[in-house]
């Protein structure tokens, strides 16, 4: 008789209700309805954003790392470039080290005790890179290229940078890729799209880099692109044309949630999810719209925080009831 067990290897997992936030692909039995249930597909239609604890300074342009209930702010803006970093522990910020160089639209990646910072602005760009220990920043070596307002997914050993823009003169969008190893950055295949503003989520070889524009001015794109640890190849197209929106998950399970219109007259609130090939909308709208926000966690427990115009609001998305299937077990 071919049983789960022979085809996957592993035992179907007894449980008494369904895991509040499963991965795709992930099956288990529930003993309270008495059916075997899996998690297909990736795509959110329906969740919520609740308020969470405000951080202790307002800012925007700011980088993020962590999870839903242990999330990592660092750098921003609000009248100036700011270094200081803050950890969060699923209710409340407290201020932790500073970052060795203040700074602004940054890239950030990693664990709330392993993370990463790199690129910025404020005044000049930097390539500069750091890492957090949980406790403290120190600096490694930079990026090939400075840049701000790039996308960046990963580990602090395993990391990826793309995009972005180089404020040199004239300004320029770039299209270069960037992989971490925990000690230096080298080249990787480059985005089919140059451009700044962009929005990322996933680990180095299966990212998703999505949204932002596609020069120094205002001609924005709705392309979704996905990176294999080579190359990028097409993904399908945002519903949601944004930029500067802040994103979450892994590339079968992602969100996008904030961000700027494409007519460049409001922020979004909206929230659209990805499973890899598609994009849903209609997620579940932040609270407080805003663009050049940051984000942590899961497609399924997010958290989003900052923003401009400058703000302190934290906000964590929850799914109550992730898609899943019921199998015949007749």
């Known amino acids: 008789m071919t049983t789960y067990k022979n085809i996957k290897g592993i035992e179907i997992k007894y449980l008494s209700a369904d ?27 329906a969740g919520t954003w609740a308020s969470g604890g405000n951080l202790g ?15 990592l702010a660092f750098g921003g803006v609000v009248t100036g470039a700011l270094d200081n970093s803050e950890e969060y522990n699923g209710s ?61 997914v990963g580990t602090q050993t ?14 320029s969008v770039s299209n270069a890729t960037e992989e971490f190893d925990g000690t230096s950055w080298t080249s990787g295949g480059n985005l089919s799209t140059a ?17 932002g524009l ?15 640890g080579t190359a990028w190849t097409a993904g399908g197209n945002l519903p949601t044309n944004r930029r500067n929106a802040a994103g979450a998950g892994i590339l079968t399970a992602g969100v996008i949630f904030g961000g700027r219109n494409a007519a460049n007259t409001a922020n979004i609130a909206t929230t659209d999810s990805y499973n890899g090939t598609s994009w849903a909308t209609g997620a579940g ?28 609001a934290t906000e964590e998305f929850t799914v109550p009831t992730f898609t899943t299937k019921t199998f015949d077990t007749d």
């Open 285 to 312: 709208d932040l609270a407080t719209a805003r663009e050049n926000l940051a984000g942590a966690g899961t497609q399924a427990l997010a958290l989003a925080f900052g923003g401009g115009p400058s703000t302190a």
């Open 92 to 152: 409340s910020w407290a201020e932790g080290n500073n970052l060795n160089q203040a700074r602004y639209y940054l890239a950030g990646c990693g664990t709330q005790t392993a993370a990463l910072a790199f690129g910025g602005d404020g005044p000049a760009s930097f390539a500069l890179t750091e890492k957090y220990n949980g406790t403290s920043w120190t600096e490694v070596n930079d990026l090939s290229t400075a840049r701000n307002y790039l996308g960046g």
């Open 19 to 45: 895991p509040p936030a499963p991965t795709v692909g992930q099956v288990w039995y529930n003993s309270t309805t008495k059916v075997v249930k899996g998690a297909i597909n990736g795509l959110v239609s």
């Open 57 to 71: 300074t307002a800012r925007y342009g700011l980088g993020g790392a962590g999870t839903q209930t242990a999330g």
């Open 195 to 211: 451009r700044q503003q962009i929005t990322g989520f996933g680990i180095q070889t299966a990212a998703v880099g999505v949204g």
């Open 214 to 228: 596609t020069d120094t001015g205002s001609t924005q794109t709705n392309a979704t692109e996905e990176y294999n």
């Open 158 to 171: 395993a990391a990826l940078a793309f995009g972005g823009l180089i404020p040199a003169s004239p300004a």
